[in-house]
T-cell receptor
Framework: NAGVTQTPKFRVLKTGQSMTLLCAQD?????MYWYRQDPGMGLRLIHY???????AKGEVPDGYNVSRLKKQNFLLGLESAAPSQTSVYFC???????????FGPGTRLTVL | DQQVKQNSPSLSVQEGRISILNCDYT??????FLWYKKYPAEGPTFLIS?????DKNEDGRFTVFLNKSAKHLSLHIVPSQPGDSAVYFC???????????FGGGTRLMVKP
C-alpha cells in the first residue's frame, strides 16, 4: 500500500516548456487535489477532482490544466511554464470531502 | 486576502514543555478545522481535527481548541518532544465546498 505517489520528484524547466506531473493513489479515493506550496503562503489549491472524469478549479488555477481519466490517477499539466510557477507541488487524495486528505511527497519544480 | 492566518512563522520551546500553535480565520462559514504536520522533503500528514460543534478535541499529547466567537483555534502539544519539530499548518473547510483553505504554517522547534 503505497498511498499517494508523485512523479517526478524534481524537475527543472526553461520558460515556455511544458510538462506533466503524475499523481497516483491506491486507496480507492474519490477525491484528488493538486496544491502548490510557496514560502509563507501555505498550500494553495490549484485544481481538484471529485471523481473519475471530473475536474474543478481551485484557488490558483491559471496556467495549469488537469485530467482524471482513471480514478487512481490525477495529472497536472503546465503548457507553457513561467518562472512564477517555480514551487513545490503536492498531490492529495481523500475518500470524501469530509475525510482527511492524504498527501504525496511533493515535486520540486524550478522554472528558469 | 488570507482567510486562514498563522501569525507566528516560528516557535521554539524546550523539550517537555507545552507548545501552543495559533490560527485565526475570517470566514464564518468554516465548519471543520484540521491541523497538518510537515517534515522537510515530505508531504503534510494529518494530525488532528475539530468540528465547529465542539470546542475541544484531544488525541494523546495533542489537543485542539476552537473559539468560534473569536474565530480562533489553537493546537497544544504536551509534553513537547524533539520529534515534534516540524512545520504545522492549520486548515479549514466550509460547509458549501470541497476545498480546504490552509494557513501559512508555523515552524516549531523543540530543543532537547
Amino acid at each position: 500500500n503505497a498511498g499517494v505517489t508523485q512523479t517526478p520528484k524534481f524537475r527543472v524547466l526553461k520558460t515556455g516548456q511544458s510538462m506533466t506531473l503524475l499523481c497516483a493513489q491506491d486507496m480507492n479515493h474519490e477525491y484528488m487535489y493538486w496544491y502548490r506550496q510557496d514560502p509563507g503562503m501555505g498550500l494553495r489549491l490549484i485544481h481538484y477532482s471529485v471523481g473519475e472524469g471530473t475536474t474543478a478549479k481551485g484557488e490558483v488555477p491559471d496556467g495549469y490544466n488537469v485530467s482524471r481519466l482513471k480514478k487512481q490517477n490525477f495529472l497536472l499539466g503546465l503548457e507553457s511554464a513561467a518562472p512564477s510557477q517555480t514551487s513545490v507541488y503536492f498531490c492529495a487524495s481523500s475518500a470524501t470531502s469530509f475525510h482527511e486528505q492524504f498527501f504525496g511527497p511533493g515535486t520540486r519544480l524550478t522554472v528558469l | 486576502d488570507q482567510q486562514v492566518k498563522q501569525n507566528s512563522p516560528s516557535l521554539s520551546v524546550q523539550e517537555g514543555r507545552i507548545s501552543i500553535l495559533n490560527c485565526d480565520y475570517t470566514n464564518s462559514m468554516f465548519d471543520y478545522f484540521l491541523w497538518y504536520k510537515k517534515y522537510p522533503a515530505e508531504g503534510p500528514t494529518f494530525l488532528i481535527s475539530i468540528s465547529s460543534i465542539k470546542d475541544k478535541n484531544e488525541d494523546g499529547r495533542f489537543t485542539v481548541f476552537l473559539n468560534k466567537s473569536a474565530k480562533h483555534l489553537s493546537l497544544h502539544i504536551v509534553p513537547s518532544q524533539p520529534g515534534d519539530s516540524a512545520v504545522y499548518f492549520c486548515a479549514a473547510k466550509d460547509n458549501a465546498g470541497n476545498m480546504l483553505t490552509f494557513g501559512g504554517g508555523t515552524r516549531l522547534m523543540v530543543k532537547p
